[in-house]
Nanobody, 117 residues
Framework: QVQLVESGGGLVQAGGSLRLSCAAS????????ISWYRQAPGKQRELVAS??????????NYADSVKGRFTISKDNAKNTVYLHMNSLKPEDTADYYC????????WGQGTQVTVSS
């Protein structure tokens, strides 16, 4: 059974930083890529960042809106993926979800990020 558990969300002022974590069980990031999505109130869920499978960092991909501010990374030994978020803006306020595919879609329960102006 694949499980993804996000943590690290919270309330932060604009310009601040947060680090989100996604701990996985039932899969290994050596074999599976993983992505972070977010969904703001009243908006569609959008892709924020992705990181490929593999033993090293592999490739990463970012939404234009977060390039240069967010960094996705993973620790294969801990089977955990991180989203380092810097220079946060009020428009980054959303529920953040990690996602992977292993024969089917898997989503975590989400963690809420609120950026105050």
């Amino acid at each position: 059974q694949v499980q993804l558990v996000e943590s690290g969300g919270g309330l932060v002022q604009a310009g601040g930083s947060l680090r989100l974590s996604c701990a996985a069980s039932g899969i290994t990031f050596v074999l599976n890529g993983i992505s972070w999505y977010r969904q703001a109130p009243g908006k569609q869920r959008e892709l924020v960042a992705s990181i490929s499978s593999g033993t090293t960092g592999g490739w990463t991909n970012y939404a234009d809106s977060v390039k240069g501010r967010f960094t996705i990374s993973k620790d294969n030994a801990k089977n955990t993926v991180y989203l380092h978020m810097n220079s946060l803006k009020p428009e980054d306020t959303a529920d953040y979800y990690c996602y992977t595919y292993s024969r089917r879609d898997y989503w975590g329960q989400g963690t809420q990020v609120t950026v105050s102006s």
